[in-house]
């Protein structure tokens, strides 16, 4: 595997069994696309989470404005 995309993995969060899995199936660029497409899924997953927390955080600030808590 070219370094540059073992480095590319590394900076997209993929950890070493990823990159292993990855490297074995290179041969089979429509298996190394589900394995990045599943990996974006579980990343845009996590956005999600934690926008939603962020949104009960600000929910949470408005109410105690609004209620002069804060």
Known sequence: ??????????????????????DACSCDIKQCEKMLTAHRKELLDEVHEKERCISCLDYLVFMMKKEGSV
Do not use: H, T, V, W
């Open 1 to 22: 595997m070219k370094e540059s995309i073992r480095q590319n993995l590394i900076d997209a969060g993929c950890d070493d069994e990823f990159i292993e899995q990855f």
